[in-house]
């Protein structure tokens, strides 16, 4: 047995923070991932069109994605608890001002900016960048996989829960309960305290200034084609998190099946997840990303093409909850074995900007087309062909470290 693997063995995996960390993913995620369900009885009460809400989402994303690195670096230098525990305050402030907007602009401030400022702080590149720290390269990948799991256990979780609250008590206080469940973050954050100098793999990074380790990422070919797939990742499931309850109420399918079909996407993507991180371990990372968006696209395809029922859409549910954020540990692992995890909360999050720029342009065009032609199926057929863009991008990435120069050996006194 090598030492890495006899190294990966005596490490135990350090389940506190795989724990805390994992709750917050799910605290974090399951809000943001339930606002479709807002959607329609939200607009119904104020009277403004899809439009409106859609650029709400836009903006969360938006915001999502351009505080991420910033985050990313923060949690770096001053400590990844800090920045969650910012994370749960920032989230129960904007659902507040959502729960109580009485014009577009407080919706877009509360629902928009304050909100996806607070995932971009609790994000998975913040989250992940402290698994990183503390276990094993050998461990990284499965840790990873737990966390995008948690994640979607979010989704799983709060997919009924929304709905169940709206139907009892409406959603503007609906909006007001979520936004005391975001207190519980800062609680769960201590766990999570220490930056990029501390945790158990500090010894073995590479010291770089945040400079020189952008202008190290920028000129670095894989690097840039994972950015460049990642923004489609983050079209697809916006899109989809956003618009499907509507989309599948203007097909006429039963508004409980869209209930049941965003738990079975969370579900499923914990499978999907857990099953990632363990193939990124094992196989070819880029590979794998490359076969996720193929799948995406085939199901997407084979969604519109077929007859839409009840069945088809549980179908299509549970094959894209497989698929849903199952590319989040090979793309973050990726990160880490080019760069290591010196900067991987600025380098991660420069990814997960592009991401949400994907993320902007799918839940913004999803509602300006509808109004627009009356169908959300050119947003669903951009989609498709994103998805094959996004595969062939992934292709020729390489799965090693950036080639760096050692420091010159200074000359003997």
Excluded at 102 to 121: C, E, K
Excluded at 221 to 245: D, E, K, M, R
Excluded at 343 to 356: K, M, N, P, T
Aim: aromatic share 14%; proline share 5%; net charge neutral.
């Amino acid at each position: 047995m090598n030492q890495s693997a006899t190294q990966a063995v005596r490490s135990p995996m350090p389940w506190l923070i795989i724990t805390a960390g994992a709750l917050i993913a799910m605290l974090t995620f399951g809000p943001r991932s339930a606002m479709g369900f807002f959607q329609l009885p939200m607009l119904q009460d104020t009277g403004w069109d899809r439009s409106t809400f859609g650029l709400a989402m836009a903006i969360q994303n938006l915001f999502w994605g351009l505080s991420q690195p910033f985050f990313g670096a923060l949690a770096d230098k001053y400590g990844t608890g800090r920045v969650l525990a910012m994370s749960g305050v920032l989230y129960a402030a904007g659902l507040i001002l959502m729960a109580n907007a009485s014009a577009p602009i407080w919706l877009h401030i509360g629902g928009g900016v304050l909100v996806g400022m607070a995932i971009g702080a609790g994000s998975f590149s913040v989250i992940l960048s402290a698994f990183a720290r503390n276990v094993t390269p050998e461990q990284r990948s499965m840790a990873f996989g737990i966390g995008t799991a948690a994640g979607s256990a979010g989704m799983f979780l709060f997919a009924p829960l929304s709905q169940a609250l709206i139907s009892n008590f409406g959603w503007s206080d609906s909006l007001v309960y979520m936004s005391v469940m975001m207190l519980i973050v800062p609680l769960l954050a201590f766990p999570l305290r220490g930056n990029a100098n501390s945790g158990s793999q500090s010894h073995s990074q590479f010291q770089q200034s945040v400079s020189a380790a952008l202008k190290e990422a920028f000129g670095h070919q894989s690097y840039l084609l994972l950015t460049a797939g990642f923004f489609v990742c983050g079209f697809q499931v916006a899109f989809i998190t956003a618009h499907f309850p509507a989309y599948l109420g203007d097909i006429g399918i039963d508004a409980r099946y869209a209930v049941i079909a965003m738990a079975l996407i969370g579900f499923f993507n914990i499978i999907g997840s857990l099953g990632a991180g363990f193939i990124g371990q094992r196989y070819s990372k880029p590979y794998f990303l490359a076969y996720i968006y193929i799948g995406r696209s085939i199901a997407v395809t084979a969604f519109l093409l077929l007859p839409q029922t009840p069945t088809t859409v549980i179908v299509f549910a549970i094959v894209m909850g497989l698929l849903w954020l199952s590319t989040v540990p090979p793309t973050n692992g990726l990160v880490a074995i080019m760069f290591g995890t010196r900067h991987l909360g600025l380098l991660g999050g420069i990814v997960f900007l592009s991401h949400q720029v994907g993320s902007f342009l799918g839940v913004w065009m999803g509602g300006y087309l509808y109004d627009r032609f009356g169908s959300y199926d050119p947003v669903w057929w951009l989609g498709v062909g994103l998805g094959i863009f996004a595969a062939v991008v992934h292709w020729p990435i390489q799965e090693k470290a950036v080639d760096r120069e050692m420091p010159a050996a200074q000359p003997a006194e």
